[in-house]
Nanobody
């Protein structure tokens, strides 16, 4: 059974930082890419960042502020978020698998102005 568990969300002031983690079990994590998505209240889920063997890709809205990384030995992915803005407030989800078909339950990030 594949499980993804996000952690590290919370309340932070604008300009602050958070580091999200995504612990993966039930599959060989190193075989797959990993991505982060987010969903703000009243909005559709949107892509944030992705990392695979070819490198990292970011949404324009987070480029230069967020960094995606992974530790295959720990079966864990990360999203370092710096210079946070109120518009970054959302539930953040990690995903993995051949077609990013496995998802975690999400972790809430709230950025106050």
């Amino acid at each position: 059974q594949v499980q993804l568990v996000e952690s590290g969300g919370g309340l932070v002031q604008a300009g602050g930082s958070l580091r999200l983690s995504c612990a993966v079990s039930g599959l060989t994590f190193s075989n797959y890419g990993m991505a982060w998505f987010r969903q703000a209240p009243g909005k559709e889920r949107e892509f944030v960042a992705r990392i695979n063997w070819s490198g990292a890709t970011y949404a324009d809205s987070v480029k230069g502020r967020f960094t995606i990384s992974r530790d295959n030995a720990k079966n864990t992915g990360y999203l370092q978020m710096n210079s946070l803005k109120p518009e970054d407030t959302a539930i953040y989800y990690c995903a993995t698998g051949g077609t990013y078909n496995y998802w975690g339950q999400g972790t809430q990030v709230t950025v106050s102005s």
